[in-house]
């Protein structure tokens, strides 16, 4: 079992700039890929970025490259999204994810999740 906690979600003006935190505990993630994934009411979860365990392999949706950076600190078992310019069309809710082997972008593939931490862009 693999245990995730999000933090860092908040209200922010449309520009500015949050970053995630997600706590991971109960196994070794090195070999685990870590991702985020946002849903807002009545919509799918959608994939965010991903990054893989030892080679840290990244990918990201494609709307969101270049504004959200996701990073991993195996030592420390954290993944973090460093997400700028934050627009209001972000606003959502932010869940942590994992799963062994590689990066896909389907959330049915994800075995483990955070309960998500809320994220508010005010225009």
């Known amino acids: 079992q693999v245990q995730l906690v999000e933090s860092g979600g908040g209200l922010v003006q449309a520009g500015g700039s949050l970053r995630l935190s997600c706590a991971a505990s109960?196994?070794?993630?090195?070999?685990?890929?870590m991702a985020w994934f946002r849903q807002t009411p009545g919509k799918e979860r959608e994939f965010v970025a991903a990054v893989s365990g030892s080679r840290g392999n990244t990918d990201y949706a494609d709307s969101l490259k270049g504004r959200f950076s996701i990073s991993r600190d195996n030592a420390k078992n954290m993944v973090y999204l460093q997400m700028n310019s934050l627009k209001p069309e972000d606003t959502a809710v932010y869940y942590c994810?994992?799963?062994?082997?590689?990066?896909?972008?389907?959330?049915?593939?994800?075995?483990?999740w955070g309960q998500g931490t809320q994220v508010t862009v005010s225009s």
């Open positions: 994810a994992s799963r062994r082997t590689v990066i896909t972008r389907s959330q049915g593939d994800y075995a483990y």
């Open positions: 109960g196994r070794t993630l090195t070999m685990y890929v």
